[in-house]
Structures are given as C-alpha cells and as structure tokens.
C-alpha cells in the first residue's frame, strides 16, 4: 500500500493544496510565496525522503504567519493518514544535526498523542518575511494535527538561519527515522495494540 496522501484546506486566510508521500526519494514542488519557508520544506522533503508538493495562496499582506501555521496543520494531518494504523513502523526517531556554529537534536514519536516541546533560543530575526518564532509555530502545527510528540533541543548556535535549518533538518531525520518500516517488527508498536 503506498503510504501517502493529499489534501485541500481553504480558509479565510489561506488555500492549500498539499501532497505527502511518506516512501518518496525526496522531491518536492513548493510555492507558498514565502522564500525562506520554501527553502525550509526543501530540506524537510530532501532529509526525510519524502516527496512532498505544496501550493499555497495566503494572506501575505497580513504576514506568513497563516500561511506557514496552515501548512503545517495540512503536513501533519497528511502524515497522519500515511501512516494510517501505524503498523510496522518504528514509531520512534531522533536525530541530531550541526549546522556550523549550531547544533540541533530533534526527537519524535508517533505516540498518537499531539505535544511540542521546543527547548533553545532562535534570535529575535526575520528572515525575507519568514520571522524566526514562525519555526516553533510551523512544528507545533504540524505535531498537533499529525498527533505525535516532538522534541526540539537548540543545544547551541548564533545564526538564524543556520538554528532553523538545522531543526528542519533534524526534524525531518527523526521522522524518517520514525516512519520506516521495522523488519523485525509487526504490527502495531505498541502494548495497547493501538496508536
């Protein structure tokens, strides 16, 4: 069964069309018209493996902030119907990742149960129009709706953008890490039989 799935969300504020392909080499389509967040999502989909396409119309005038926000609540409720029951994956997945100056570990479960946690400072910086607290908020989204729990430790960095490429970046190791299928494993990961 391929493990991927699309969808369509239009609000007041934005209108996404996204499409995840959790068993994919890493291509990606991204037009959201916000410059940085694109490079971002490159790297999600290049890191991860997974292809991912996303268009996005949104309410720039105001600021990316729907915009970068929706796209992650669309990423993460794609993740989820990939996975469908869970069975034979991993479940789990971290990663840790330098960046120069900056070093980042991420680490993920596909508990089931939506819970960000984001420990470490990103400068007070905007980036094109992408503004640094935008990175906490994209993750948060994509965590809640996709209902599993990520951890986010900024161990130490100065640039900007070197801190956020390097949690994408460790972000989307840990997922991959997550999202594999266990050869040894069947099944559900889990004493409950459910996820």
Request: hydrophobic share 40%.
């Amino acid at each position: 069964m391929p493990r991927q799935a699309t969808i369509r969300r239009e609000t007041k504020e934005t209108n996404i069309e996204l499409a995840l392909n959790l068993d994919g080499t890493g291509k990606h389509e991204l037009a959201t018209g916000v410059g940085f967040f694109d490079h971002m999502l490159t790297h999600l989909a290049k890191h991860g493996l997974f292809d991912l396409t996303v268009k996005c119309q949104g309410d720039l005038h105001v600021d990316a902030h729907h915009t970068v926000e929706d796209v992650g609540i669309c990423i993460g409720k794609c993740l989820g119907q990939a996975l469908g029951d869970k069975a034979g994956i991993r479940r789990y997945g971290s990663a840790t990742v330098p960046m120069d100056e900056t070093l980042v570990t991420a680490a993920v479960d596909l508990s089931g149960r939506p819970f960000l946690v984001w420990v470490g400072d990103i400068p007070n910086e905007t980036l094109g129009i992408f503004h640094s607290s935008l990175a906490e908020e994209f993750w948060r989204a994509v965590s809640s709706a996709g209902v599993f729990n990520l951890h986010v430790i900024i161990h130490h960095g100065k640039n900007t953008h070197h801190i956020i490429e390097a949690s994408f970046k460790a972000i989307a190791r840990a997922l991959r890490a997550a999202t594999e299928h266990d050869p040894r494993g069947s099944g559900v990961p889990s004493t409950k039989g459910v996820l």
